[in-house]
Protein backbone atom coordinates (compact mmCIF):
# COMPACT_ATOMS: atom_id res chain seq x y z
CA UNK A 1 0.00 0.00 0.00
CA UNK A 2 2.67 2.90 0.89
CA UNK A 3 4.52 2.16 -2.76
CA UNK A 4 0.95 3.04 -4.25
CA UNK A 5 1.17 6.28 -1.93
CA UNK A 6 -0.97 5.13 0.61
CA UNK A 7 -0.08 6.30 4.31
CA UNK A 8 0.58 3.01 6.27
CA UNK A 9 0.87 2.94 10.19
CA UNK A 10 2.20 0.17 11.88
CA UNK A 11 3.14 -1.76 15.05
CA UNK A 12 6.16 -3.51 16.55
CA UNK A 13 7.65 -4.62 19.65
CA UNK A 14 10.64 -3.24 19.48
CA UNK A 15 13.05 -1.93 21.96
CA UNK A 16 14.78 0.88 19.28
CA UNK A 17 14.11 2.14 15.87
CA UNK A 18 17.36 0.05 14.37
CA UNK A 19 15.85 -2.71 16.06
CA UNK A 20 12.55 -2.03 14.52
CA UNK A 21 14.44 -1.77 10.73
CA UNK A 22 16.13 -5.18 11.28
CA UNK A 23 12.92 -6.88 12.38
CA UNK A 24 10.93 -5.53 9.36
CA UNK A 25 13.81 -6.99 7.48
CA UNK A 26 14.21 -10.34 8.72
CA UNK A 27 10.62 -10.91 8.53
CA UNK A 28 11.62 -11.71 4.91
CA UNK A 29 14.02 -14.82 3.30
CA UNK A 30 17.22 -13.83 2.87
CA UNK A 31 17.64 -14.10 -1.12
CA UNK A 32 14.02 -11.34 -0.74
CA UNK A 33 16.13 -8.86 1.71
CA UNK A 34 18.10 -7.08 -0.59
CA UNK A 35 15.12 -6.30 -2.65
CA UNK A 36 13.03 -5.30 0.80
CA UNK A 37 15.97 -2.71 1.66
CA UNK A 38 15.78 -0.92 -0.98
CA UNK A 39 12.11 -0.90 -1.09
CA UNK A 40 11.99 0.43 2.88
CA UNK A 41 14.49 2.50 2.33
CA UNK A 42 12.64 4.29 -0.41
CA UNK A 43 9.34 4.01 1.09
CA UNK A 44 9.69 4.31 5.01
CA UNK A 45 9.64 8.03 5.78
CA UNK A 46 9.30 7.59 9.89
CA UNK A 47 10.10 5.35 12.79
CA UNK A 48 9.34 6.12 16.63
CA UNK A 49 10.51 3.88 19.37
CA UNK A 50 8.93 4.44 22.48
CA UNK A 51 10.05 3.40 26.04
CA UNK A 52 8.04 4.12 29.47
CA UNK A 53 10.27 4.62 32.67
CA UNK A 54 9.07 4.84 35.87
CA UNK A 55 9.62 8.39 37.10
CA UNK A 56 11.05 10.42 40.04
CA UNK A 57 7.54 10.90 41.22
CA UNK A 58 6.21 7.69 40.93
CA UNK A 59 4.60 8.59 36.87
CA UNK A 60 5.47 6.85 33.51
CA UNK A 61 8.14 8.82 31.77
CA UNK A 62 7.79 8.72 28.03
CA UNK A 63 11.16 8.43 26.66
CA UNK A 64 11.11 8.64 22.92
CA UNK A 65 13.82 7.70 20.04
CA UNK A 66 12.51 9.05 16.31
CA UNK A 67 14.16 8.55 13.32
CA UNK A 68 13.27 10.66 10.19
CA UNK A 69 14.44 8.42 7.30
CA UNK A 70 16.40 10.72 5.24
CA UNK A 71 19.46 10.31 2.28
CA UNK A 72 21.53 8.80 4.83
CA UNK A 73 19.24 6.61 6.90
CA UNK A 74 17.50 5.28 3.53
CA UNK A 75 21.76 4.72 2.63
CA UNK A 76 22.18 2.63 5.90
CA UNK A 77 19.05 0.44 5.37
CA UNK A 78 20.10 -0.63 1.35
CA UNK A 79 23.77 -1.78 3.19
CA UNK A 80 24.10 -5.56 2.72
CA UNK A 81 24.90 -5.70 6.52
CA UNK A 82 22.72 -3.38 8.59
CA UNK A 83 24.72 -1.73 11.53
CA UNK A 84 22.70 -0.58 14.70
CA UNK A 85 25.41 1.50 15.43
CA UNK A 86 25.28 3.22 12.41
CA UNK A 87 21.61 3.88 12.42
CA UNK A 88 21.94 5.06 15.71
CA UNK A 89 24.52 7.84 14.43
CA UNK A 90 22.30 8.28 11.90
CA UNK A 91 19.62 9.34 14.12
CA UNK A 92 22.09 12.20 16.09
CA UNK A 93 23.33 13.11 12.51
CA UNK A 94 19.61 13.71 11.90
CA UNK A 95 18.98 15.67 15.09
CA UNK A 96 18.30 18.76 13.39
CA UNK A 97 15.79 17.30 10.51
CA UNK A 98 13.77 16.24 13.37
CA UNK A 99 15.42 13.31 14.70
CA UNK A 100 15.64 12.44 18.27
CA UNK A 101 18.14 10.00 19.18
CA UNK A 102 17.75 7.55 22.46
CA UNK A 103 20.37 8.84 24.64
CA UNK A 104 19.27 12.38 23.44
CA UNK A 105 15.69 11.76 25.12
CA UNK A 106 17.50 9.93 28.36
CA UNK A 107 19.76 13.25 29.33
CA UNK A 108 16.66 15.38 28.72
CA UNK A 109 14.36 13.48 30.76
CA UNK A 110 17.23 13.23 33.80
CA UNK A 111 18.02 16.94 33.25
CA UNK A 112 14.35 17.44 33.90
CA UNK A 113 14.81 15.69 36.53
CA UNK A 114 11.77 12.99 35.24
CA UNK A 115 14.25 10.12 36.13
CA UNK A 116 17.30 9.50 38.15
CA UNK A 117 20.82 8.87 36.63
CA UNK A 118 21.17 5.39 37.40
CA UNK A 119 17.37 4.80 35.05
CA UNK A 120 18.87 6.60 31.98
CA UNK A 121 22.38 4.62 32.44
CA UNK A 122 20.33 1.29 32.59
CA UNK A 123 18.55 1.63 29.09
CA UNK A 124 22.21 2.39 27.00
CA UNK A 125 25.16 -0.27 26.18
CA UNK A 126 28.00 0.29 28.29
CA UNK A 127 29.98 1.85 25.87
CA UNK A 128 27.39 4.82 25.50
CA UNK A 129 27.69 5.75 29.23
CA UNK A 130 30.09 8.87 28.04
CA UNK A 131 28.46 9.73 25.17
CA UNK A 132 25.16 10.26 27.58
CA UNK A 133 27.17 12.20 30.66
CA UNK A 134 28.65 14.34 27.57
CA UNK A 135 24.99 14.98 26.43
CA UNK A 136 23.23 15.92 29.81
CA UNK A 137 26.57 18.24 30.51
CA UNK A 138 25.54 19.84 27.05
CA UNK A 139 22.11 19.91 28.03
CA UNK A 140 22.82 21.57 31.75
CA UNK A 141 24.96 24.01 29.72
CA UNK A 142 22.07 25.06 27.43
CA UNK A 143 19.67 25.61 30.64
CA UNK A 144 22.01 27.97 32.42
CA UNK A 145 23.19 29.71 29.28
Known sequence: MAESGHLVLGTLHTKSCAETIDRMINFYEVRDQA????MLSAILKL??????????????VLIPEVMLVDNIV????RKEKISVSEIEDAIQSGSDKGSIG???????????????????KS??????????NRTI?????????
Open 123 to 132: QIEEKNIEIL
Open 35 to 38: QIKY
Open 137 to 145: MQLKLKQRG
Open 102 to 120: LINSLAKAFVDGKITLEQA
Open 74 to 77: AGVI
Open 47 to 60: VVSQRLLPGSDGKL
